[in-house]
């Protein structure tokens, strides 16, 4: 068996943070970050604010997970670039997810979202780690809106 490039180890890294999320398993996501305060760690999940700190960020999982009885993400354009010990990873998250159960015991109702990501890693001892993510929505395009700007 042939060792794993950069490349194919930063993708399993960046394959293994979401199938965490999508497992719900905290120790396992909390594994996967870089460990110390000194780190510059940061997150953004699409609309909250700037998360900073191991803590902060971690905590902010532990917050989704509580909160959505289901989630897959299903990646795409998936682009990995490695420069010395740090990785971007850039992609489409296409999410299905649905809330908490309802009334009747049931899963919530499921949403489909589109959010672009950069996830960027560092090399370390123990493999690739997170240093950031940074999620952003891709808002949909309507047909009411007009292709080009009339002047007024």
């Not at 396992?28 to 700037?50: F, K, M, N, Q, Y």
């Not at 015991?105 to 950031?132: I, M, Y």
Request: aromatic residues 8%.
């Amino acid at each position: 068996m042939t060792a794993l490039t950069d490349n194919e180890q930063v993708e399993l890294a960046n394959t293994t943070f979401y199938e965490a999320v999508e497992q719900g398993d905290l120790d396992a996501l909390s594994g996967l970050w870089l460990d110390g305060e000194d780190t510059g760690i940061s997150c953004v999940h699409p609309g909250w604010p700037v998360l900073t700190g191991r803590g902060e960020v971690l905590r902010s999982y532990a917050l989704i997970m509580a909160n959505t009885e289901y989630i897959q993400f299903f990646l795409t354009d998936v682009v990995v670039s490695v420069s010395a010990d740090t990785a971007l990873v850039t992609c489409t998250e296409n999410i299905l997810s649905g809330g908490p159960a309802e009334d009747g015991g049931e899963l919530g109702p499921l949403v489909g979202q589109l959010v672009v990501a950069s996830n960027v890693f560092r090399r370390t001892p123990e493999g690739w780690k997170l240093w950031s993510h940074h999620g952003s929505p891709v808002l949909a395009e309507t047909a009411e809106e007009p292709d080009d700007e009339t002047p007024e």
